[in-house]
């Protein structure tokens, strides 16, 4: 891996010929290396960055799932971003059809996690109006971190009361029986959890892009082509006006381009 953006005097010195310095140089980053080049911004408010991978045709997805246009540094990342993370928000079909699991417990993140003054993991919250899932799934059972599911007022009792005996934590965050966007962020910064996740799917993240609540994009784009009619990693209604995103970082390794944008 090396980094390409934000251009430093070693960067520069590389382009003109001379030696490379410890960023630009292509080998393997360390846990702590990619950590900080993830960290969160030092804010007291919730922070919402969404981890997504893409083909060059803009596939989010191939036969269904994200990891055949995937790589191993890839989750390497993922791991990452999960392990600076206060809450992974996902949605319901997202969580059905990539087998969702609990967040564990990571032995490299541990003294990082506890100087932030976070929990040994990262929560799940799923976001479901139907509270259509598998309460009898790990995510739910046996989790290092109660899971949280994030739902409307007017989401069905017994399906409520299904996940409550299951042992997840019910979050409203909905005056329907559907989620608001802006409401679920606002509900998890007053549980104390201020750096958000996403991984999507892409119908969770157009709502959160709709909603204006997305603050960062952290999308690594695969070299692969894919055609078909799989979905982009942001789905639902268009927007009256795109949201502009500024690039603060790039990385590279074997043709995977790791990038961060910020909303301007």
Same mark, same amino acid.
């Given at each position: 891996? $090396?980094?390409?953006?934000?251009?430093?005097?070693?960067?520069?010195?590389? /382009?003109?010929?001379? *030696?490379?310095?410890?960023?630009?140089?292509?080998?393997?980053?360390?846990?702590?290396?990619?950590?900080?080049?993830?960290?969160?911004?030092?804010?007291?408010?919730?922070?919402?960055?969404?981890?997504?991978?893409?083909?060059?045709?803009? *596939?989010?997805?191939?036969?269904?799932?994200?990891?055949?246009?995937?790589?191993?540094?890839?989750?390497?990342?993922?791991? +990452?971003?999960?392990?600076?993370?206060?809450?992974?928000?996902?949605?319901?079909?997202?969580?059905?059809?990539?087998?969702?699991?609990? *967040?564990?417990?990571?032995?490299?993140?541990? /003294?990082?996690?506890?100087? /932030?003054? #976070?929990?040994?993991?990262?929560?799940?919250?799923?976001?479901? *109006?139907?509270?259509?899932?598998?309460?009898?799934?790990?995510?739910?059972?046996?989790? !290092?971190?109660? =899971?949280?599911? !994030? =739902?409307?007022?007017?989401? /069905?009792?017994?399906?409520?009361?299904? &996940?409550?005996?299951?042992?997840? $934590?019910?979050?409203?965050?909905?005056?329907?029986?559907?989620?608001?966007?802006? $409401? &679920?962020?606002?509900?998890?910064?007053?549980?104390?959890?201020?750096?958000?996740?996403?991984?999507?799917?892409?119908?969770?993240?157009? #709502?959160?892009? &709709?909603?204006? +609540?997305?603050?960062?994009?952290?999308?690594? +784009?695969?070299?692969?082509?894919?055609?078909?009619?799989?979905?982009?990693?942001?789905?639902?209604?268009?927007?009256?006006?795109?949201?502009?995103?500024?690039?603060?970082?790039? !990385?590279?390794? &074997?043709?995977?381009?790791?990038? $961060?944008?910020?909303?301007?």
């Amino acid at each position: 891996m $090396r980094r390409l953006f934000p251009v430093t005097y070693e960067t520069a010195a590389q /382009a003109s010929g001379g *030696a490379q310095g410890p960023d630009t140089t292509d080998r393997e980053w360390g846990l702590d290396e990619l950590a900080e080049a993830y960290a969160y911004p030092d804010v007291r408010t919730p922070w919402l960055r969404a981890n997504m991978v893409s083909t060059l045709d803009g *596939a989010a997805q191939h036969d269904g799932r994200s990891q055949p246009i995937s790589s191993a540094t890839d989750m390497r990342v993922f791991g +990452v971003l999960r392990g600076l993370a206060d809450v992974v928000m996902v949605g319901a079909e997202t969580v059905r059809q990539e087998g969702y699991r609990p *967040a564990r417990a990571r032995e490299a993140f541990a /003294a990082r996690r506890e100087v /932030a003054g #976070q929990g040994p993991a990262p929560a799940i919250a799923v976001v479901t *109006a139907s509270l259509d899932l598998d309460f009898t799934l790990p995510l739910f059972t046996s989790p !290092l971190v109660p =899971t949280l599911v !994030l =739902t409307g007022a007017a989401a /069905a009792p017994d399906r409520v009361a299904a &996940a409550e005996k299951a042992g997840a $934590r019910v979050v409203i965050a909905g005056d329907g029986a559907g989620v608001d966007p802006a $409401r &679920a962020v606002r509900a998890l910064g007053g549980l104390g959890l201020t750096r958000l996740l996403t991984e999507g799917g892409p119908r969770l993240l157009g #709502q959160l892009v &709709a909603a204006g +609540v997305l603050d960062e994009l952290c999308l690594s +784009v695969s070299p692969l082509l894919a055609a078909g009619d799989a979905q982009r990693i942001a789905g639902g209604p268009s927007i009256p006006v795109p949201v502009r995103f500024e690039l603060v970082s790039l !990385l590279e390794e &074997a043709g995977f381009l790791y990038t $961060r944008y910020r909303r301007t």
